[in-house]
């Protein structure tokens, strides 16, 4: 598959010198869908079709609801409840019949037989309405063509080499993304060279990181209490970051 290819912004997140440029990539692209979702555009039958079918998951409702459109948020929600009961209703009737159904049965071909499978199925149907969030899609989706574009810079800019060997790296989450990209978009040496990038920066950066995550620790102790935290004050947040893609402290990308 082709992505349109917009360099500017990924140029951009290198720039603010973060643990993970496309973790800044992310978060801007969710906070820009989230007032998008907030907005106008949900009146769009295209985006309502979507919001009904999928809704949104825990971390993207928290999102919505910090924004302070209650109206924006509900009105979201009272179409996508009212056709979510609709599936519920009939998840919970398939398990509801095929429980009757295997009560009727005697006991020895209710143990073999296989009507355990339907209210199985109406758990799993009722567990995936659940899981689905058309936020997380679109991000996905977005993050597929910077990742793409990444991979372009890689190949045809040096000084984009450059800047990423002198980054702190990514985090565990976006690296496998780059891999998993690259195994489609770049040729085998182009790939050698992102993962040797990768390896070192991943080993410098997780060193750096658990390092200052020590010190972090080490500070709670009385006798280092008059210290300097030098770079450890942020070690916890930045740790986070590495290990899952995720800001728990500072969102740099709130007002980007
Ligand atoms: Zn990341
Ligand atoms: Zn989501």
Redesign the pocket.
């Known amino acids: 598959m082709r992505y349109h290819i917009d360099t500017i912004p990924v140029w951009d997140a290198l720039k603010p010198d973060g643990?993970?440029?496309?973790?800044?990539l992310?978060r801007r692209t969710e906070h820009l869908m989230v007032d998008r979702y907030l907005g106008a555009s949900v009146m769009e039958s295209d985006t309502r079709i979507q919001v009904n079918e999928k809704g949104f998951c825990p971390a993207h409702q928290h999102m919505l609801y910090a924004k302070q459109n209650r109206l924006g948020h509900a009105l979201m929600m009272h179409s996508h409840m009212l056709h979510t009961q609709k599936k519920f209703a009939a998840y919970l009737e398939q398990a509801t019949a095929a429980a009757r159904e295997a009560a009727g049965q005697p006991m020895l071909k209710r143990l073999t037989r296989r009507g355990g499978a339907g209210s199985g199925d109406a758990a799993r149907g009722i567990q995936a309405l659940v899981d689905s969030c058309v936020l997380c899609e679109s991000v996905d989706d977005n993050m597929k063509r910077y990742a793409y574009t990444f991979l372009h810079l890689w190949k045809t800019d040096e000084g984009f080499r450059k800047a990423v060997k002198a980054s702190k790296g990514?985090?565990?989450?976006?690296?496998a993304?780059l891999i998993d990209m690259a195994r489609e978009h770049l040729n085998p040496a182009h790939q050698v060279t992102l993962l040797e990038a990768l390896s070192e920066l991943a080993e410098q950066s997780f060193n750096r990181t658990a390092q200052d995550l020590e010190w972090f620790t080490l500070k709670f102790d009385y006798r280092n209490a008059d210290k300097p935290w030098n770079n450890s004050k942020d070690a916890l947040e930045r740790a986070v970051?590495k290990l899952r893609?995720c800001y728990i402290g500072t969102d740099p990308a709130r007002d980007a």
Request: hydrophobic share 30%; charged share 25%; aromatic share 12%.
């Open positions: 643990e993970c440029p496309l973790c800044f992310r990514f985090c565990m989450k976006d690296t993304l970051q893609g």
